[in-house]
């Protein structure tokens, strides 16, 4: 049921996502809201942090809703843009992951369905979710500050890839991030952790430590397949070490979530998480936080999603 009256509408569009793919996805939603009578500011910036600086002074002036275009990266950017305040966060999901997209619910990888259901969804009211608020150091200024996600944060073996993907100039498109994993398989090592679980320590080596609010992350890969979006909860995802002949075996198994029956697997449910270890660069909806140590607090309702409630039990 679309909106009956004029909405004012902030689109923040991502040129860039998927490589270049779905650069006309952006102009299409303008044209489309634009046509059904709402008050579009349509926001494309040559770079993320110039569109984060548009994207706050267009939701300083409390639009109806702000739909970001692109992949998690935007969710991303949306999430620190809209988290505790009322402006709902539409998707139109035309990243490569598109991992918040697909735990909503929203069409992947058919943009007028996707533009349809956010037009249906601006009818309805937003569906509420949680958020996670990073405290963790500014890189550049070790001053403390918070970053918001809404999908999953890394902290393990696979921020590692990710931090030597965005290291890499060559090869550009998704081939960067197998290269990535081939490096950082070589010199894969266990990590030594300081986890602090809702004020309960532990002290452990692991693989990689993950922390979900949604279930999946890089493209369907269902780190945490339990995980849910309004239940107050984490799921934190604790792999202990593998040799790389093991980690080859378990990691397909992450595209079913199968991955959680290896003994070696564990999930636990926290409110608050602490995670300390050397050397690794958390990434949270594919983009950087900062290096560990972070502390994770879970913001029950903190995001308003243009998405429909989900039929999921939440006990
Ligand atoms: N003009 C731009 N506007 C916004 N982001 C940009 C721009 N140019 C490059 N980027 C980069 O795009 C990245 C976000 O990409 P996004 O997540 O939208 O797509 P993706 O990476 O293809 O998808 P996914 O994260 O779902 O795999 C950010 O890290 C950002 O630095």
Redesign the pocket.
């Known amino acids: 049921m679309p909106a009956k009256k004029p909405l004012s509408i902030v689109v923040a569009i991502?040129?860039?996502?998927?490589?270049g793919k779905g650069r006309e996805v952006g102009p299409a939603v303008v044209a489309t809201l634009r046509a059904l009578g709402h008050e579009v500011t349509s926001l494309?910036?040559?770079?993320?942090e110039q569109?984060v600086a548009a994207g706050r002074r267009a939701v300083a002036a409390k639009p109806d809703a702000l739909v970001v275009v692109?992949?998690?990266?935007?969710v991303s950017l949306g999430t620190n843009l809209v988290a505790k305040t009322r402006v709902p966060l539409g998707i139109v999901p035309s990243?490569?992951?598109?991992?918040m997209a697909r735990g909503l619910g929203i069409p992947i990888g058919n943009t007028e369905a996707a533009i349809e259901y956010l037009v249906d969804a601006l009818g309805r009211p937003p569906r509420i979710i949680d958020a996670g608020l990073v405290h963790h150091e500014n890189d550049e200024t070790g001053e403390p500050t918070t970053t918001w996600f809404a999908c999953v944060l890394s902290a393990g073996f696979d921020a590692i890839v990710n931090e030597r993907a965005n290291i890499l100039r060559h090869p550009k498109g998704p081939s960067r991030y197998l290269l990535a994993l081939g490096i950082e398989l070589v010199k894969l090592r266990p990590i030594r952790y300081r986890l602090v679980l809702d004020g309960v320590e532990t002290v452990t080596e692991a693989a990689l430590v993950s922390v979900g609010n949604n279930i999946s992350l890089g493209?369907g890969m269902k780190v945490t397949p339990n995980a849910i979006l309004d239940d107050g909860l984490f799921d934190v995802l604790v792999v202990q070490p593998l040799s790389r002949t093991a980690f080859l075996r378990v990691f397909p198994r992450v595209f079913k979530g199968e991955h959680l029956s290896d003994p070696r697997v564990a999930v636990h449910r926290a409110r608050r998480v602490v995670i300390e270890a050397e050397g690794v660069v958390a990434y949270a909806d594919?983009?950087r936080v900062g290096p560990l140590p972070i502390d994770i607090e879970m913001m029950p309702g903190a995001l308003r999603v243009l998405a429909a409630e989900s039929t999921e039990s939440t006990v």
């Open positions: 991502n040129p860039t996502a998927s490589f494309t910036e040559p770079d993320f569109l692109g992949g998690d990266g935007m990243g490569t992951g598109n991992d493209g594919g983009e």
